[in-house]
C-alpha cells in the first residue's frame, strides 16, 4: 500500500489533497494583538486630548527640555537592542549579554528621565490635579511608563536567558519578540512626544 | 466499507503528541483547568448565575413600576434597609437596580456568558484544534471574569448600595459621591470590576483571534469556517479594538473620583458651594464610552447571529442561503460599528451636521442587517424544518431581530430622536433587538451544543415550553413600552404616578410586570432542565442532529485535546446538507470530494487532483 498508483489495480482512488493554513507562531501573533490594545488605548487618549483641547479653557505651558533627553534615551536603547538582535542572529554572545544589558539600563535611565521630567513640571506649577492640559501629560508618560516598566522586566528575563546561553541563531523566539515589544514602545513615546510637541 | 490513508510525504501533524488523556485532580480538572471545554462551561455557569441575578433584580423594579401602591415589606428579609418604613422600594435603590440590571446582563451575562462560552467551547472544535493557542491565558481570562464578578456581586451587598449612575456611568452624576450614594464605594468596585473584566475579555479576545488564524486544520481556510467562527472572529476583534477605549475612559473617571483631576469636571456648584474641578467636559466621557458602546451592541449580537445561522442551516437540512454575504455582512456590521457611536449622542447639543452624518451611517447598518434576515428567511423556506429547541429559540432570534431592527430605524433619526431619547420607546429598541435577541442565540447555542457540552440530550418537551413561554413574554414585556415610550415616559424614572399624563399608562405597566413575572418564573424551567439533563439527560449519540460541523466528529465525550487520533482534514464547507445526489442528506466537512462522485458539482470535480503541485498527495485505498 506505500506505493504510488499506478501499479496498482482498480481498488484504488486518489483524493485530494488540502493545504495547511498559513500560520504564525502564535505567542508572537498574540503579542501583535496585545500591542494593538495598547495602541487602542493611547488613540483614546490622544483623541480625548484633541477633543478635550478644542472645547478651549486650556492652560499654555512650556515642556520641558528633559523630554528631548529621554526621548533621546529611549531611540538609543532601540539601537542597542537592534544591536543585541543582529548580535544573537549571528552568534556573537557576548556582544548579544552587552547589548541586552544597555538595553535595559537605557530603558530603567528613560523611566528615572520621566520622573525628572514630572519634577520639572511641578517647578513650573503644572500640577496633576488642576487644568487638564498638564493631567493629560501626566497621564500620557505614566501609562506609558507603566508599559516601559513590563517592558524592562521582559527585558530582564531574556538578560537572564542571554545569561544562561539561551539564546542564540537557532533560539530566537524569546529575543525576537521582546525586540518587537521594545521598539513598539519606542515608537510609541515618539509618537506621544511628537504629538505633544504639535498639540500642547 | 473500510479506508487507509497513505500519506507518501513527510508527516507533519506535529501536534499529535500533545493530546493525552487527562487524568487531573479535583483542582486541574474542574477549578484551575486550562482545557478549553472546562473553561466554557465555567463561563456558562457563571453566566447563568449572573442572568438569573439580572433578571431577578429586573423583576424587583418592575414590581414598583407596575404596581406602585404595593406593600413590599415581604422583601425586607432580602433587602432590609433599602426597603423604606413605607414598605416601598428605596428611590436610589430603584436607580441601583437599573444600573445592575444593565450592567450584568450587557458585560457579565451576554457578552461572558456568550461569547466566553461559545468562542471557548466551538473555537477549537469547529477549526480543529487541541485547544486554544493559549491554555494559560484562557485560564485567567475566566479567572479574570471570576474576580470581576466577585466584586461586583460584592458591590451589591454594601452600605451606600451599588452603582446607581445607569449603566452608561455618564459624569458628573457617577464621578461626585454628594450626586448620589451609589457614586460612592459603589461606583469604585464598579470601576474596579469592569477594569478586571477588560483584562478578561482582552485575554479572551488574543486568544480567540490567535487561534482561528494561526490554528486552523488541514484544508480549513476561511472559506470553510463555519459562521459561528466568523461571528466570534469578528467579536474577538471589535472587542480587542474597543475594550481598550473604554480602559481609557475609565482610567480618566477613577482620576477624576479619586485623585482630584478636572477630566470630565467643570463648574459644579454642590448646595451652592463650588467644587475646585475646572475645565473637564462630560461630553467627552460619552464620546469615549460609546466608541465602545456601541461596539459592545456587536459584540453581544454578533455571537448569536452567528449561532443562528449554524443552528438554522442544520436543522432546515438547507445549505446557509448566501455564505459568502453572511460573512461580508458581518464584516461590514463590524466596520459601521465603529464610526456610528455618536447616534447616542445627538440630543447631547451636537453639531446638527454631524448629527445627520451619524444618522446616515447610522442608517446604512440597515443594510448589511437586512441582508441577514433575508438569508435567514430564505434559508428556512422551503427546508425541511426540525422543529428542535435551539431551532426555536434561532427562529425566536431572527423575530426580535426584525421587530426590534425596525424601531432602530427611528432612534437613528437625529430628528426623530429628540422625541424619543431616553424613553421606554428605547428600552423597548434595545431590549428586542440585542438583548432579547442575544439571549435568544445564548438558548439556541446551550440547547443546540449541551449534547457535545455534557454528553446528553436536554428534554426536548421542556425545551419547547420554555420557548413558547419565553417568546411570548418577550413581547408582552416590550411590545407595550413602545407605546409608552411614544408618549414621552423617560427610562430610570422611579415612579409613573407622579405624572398625571403617564396615569393612563397604570394598567399597561401592571401588565408589563406581569408579563416580566411569567417570563422570569418560564426560566426556571430551563435551570431544571439544563441541571437535570447534566446528571439524568437522555445520553446523546456522536451526532445527534447529523451536522457538518467538526466537533461532532469528536467522541461523545470529547476529552483534553478533543480527538483521540489524527485532527480530521477538511475538505468542504459547512453546509453541504440535502444535496442532490448525496446519499444522505447531511455530507460532513471531513468527506472529500472523490469518495461522493454522485454530489459534486462540476467545479468541486475539479478538485480531486491527481497530484497536487506541492506532490503532497495521498492516496486511498478500498479495502473490500
Known sequence: MN?????????????EEPKRPMAMNPRKFALWLFMITVVMIFAALTSAYIVRQGEGNWMLFKLPLELWVTSGIILLSSATMHWGYLSAKKDELEKVKIAISLTTLLGVAFLVGQVYVWNALVEQSV??????????????????????????????IVLISTLKYKVHSKNLNQLQMCATYWHFLDALWIYLFVFLLVNH | ???????????????????????????????????????????????IFWALLGGILSVIFRLQLGFPEMQLEWLRPILGEWITPEGKIDAEFYLALVTMHGTIMVFF?????????????????????????????????????FASSVVMFISLFIETGPAS????????????????????????????????????????????????????????????????????????IIGLLSFPVLFAAALLLIFDRSFGTSFYLSDIYINGEALPNQGGSPILFQHLFWFLGHPEVYIVLLPALGITSEVIATNARKPIFGYKAMVGSMLFIAILS???????????????????????????????????????????????????????????????????????IFLGNSAIDIQLHDTYFVVAHFHLVMGSASFFGLMAGVYHWFPKMFGRMMDAKLGYIHFWFTFVGVYMVFFPMHYIGIAGYPRRYYSFTNFDTFNTFSDL????????????????????????????????????????????????????????????????WPYDYSKPGADEDFIPQTVPFSETPGSNLPHENELIKLETDNDEQVIVVDEK
Open chain 1, 127 to 156: 500640577f496633576f490635579v488642576g487644568n487638564p492640559s498638564g493631567s493629560f501629560l501626566y497621564v500620557l508618560s505614566g501609562l506609558h511608563g507603566l508599559h516601559l516598566v513590563s517592558g524592562v522586566i521582559f527585558l530582564i
Open chain 2, 338 to 408: 465603529f464610526i456610528v457611536w455618536a447616534h447616542h449622542m445627538f440630543v447631547t447639543g451636537m453639531n446638527p451636521f454631524l448629527g445627520s452624518i451619524f444618522m446616515l451611517l447610522t442608517l446604512i447598518i440597515a443594510v448589511p442587517s437586512a441582508v441577514k434576515v433575508f438569508n435567514y428567511l430564505t434559508t428556512l423556506w422551503r427546508g425541511n424544518i426540525r422543529f428542535t429547541p435551539g431551532m426555536l429559540f434561532s427562529i425566536g432570534l431572527v423575530s426580535f431581530f426584525i421587530s426590534g431592527g425596525l424601531t432602530g
Open chain 2, 509 to 572: 405597566n401592571m401588565f408589563v410586570s406581569i408579563a416580566a413575572i411569567i417570563t422570569l418564573a418560564a426560566q426556571f424551567i430551563f435551570l431544571f432542565n439544563f441541571f437535570y439533563s447534566i446528571y439524568r439527560g437522555r445520553k446523546a449519540s456522536a451526532n445527534p442532529w447529523r451536522s457538518t460541523t467538526l466537533e461532532w466528529t469528536t467522541p461523545v465525550n470529547p476529552g483534553h485535546g478533543n480527538w483521540p487520533g489524527e485532527i480530521p482534514t477538511v475538505y468542504r
Open chain 2, 165 to 236: 449612575g445607569g449603566w452608561v456611568i455618564y459624569p458628573p452624576l457617577s464621578a461626585l459621591p454628594q450626586a448620589v450614594n451609589g457614586s460612592g464605594l459603589g461606583m469604585t468596585l464598579w470601576l474596579s470590576s469592569m477594569a478586571l473584566f477588560i483584562i478578561s475579555t482582552l485575554l479572551g479576545g488574543i486568544n480567540y483571534i490567535t487561534t482561528v488564524i494561526n490554528m486552523r486544520t488541514k484544508g480549513m481556510s476561511f472559506s470553510k469556517l463555519p459562521l459561528t467562527i466568523w461571528a466570534f472572529f469578528l467579536t474577538a
Open chain 2, 1 to 47: 466499507m473500510a479506508t487507509a490513508d497513505i500519506h507518501i510525504t513527510e508527516e507533519t501533524h506535529h501536534d499529535d503528541h500533545e493530546h493525552h488523556d487527562d487524568h487531573g485532580n479535583f483542582w486541574t480538572t474542574y477549578v484551575f483547568s486550562t482545557d478549553h471545554k472546562m473553561i466554557a462551561k465555567q463561563f456558562l455557569i457563571t453566566g
Open chain 1, 3 to 15: 506505493m504510488k498508483g499506478e501499479d496498482m489495480t482498480g481498488d484504488l482512488k486518489l483524493i
Open chain 2, 109 to 145: 451575562v451576554l457578552t461572558a456568558g456568550l461569547s466566553g462560552t461559545f468562542s471557548n467551547f466551538l473555537i477549537p472544535l469547529q477549526i480543529g484544534a487541541r485547544d486554544m493557542a493559549s491554555g494559560f491565558m484562557n485560564m485567567l481570562s475566566y479567572w479574570f471574569f
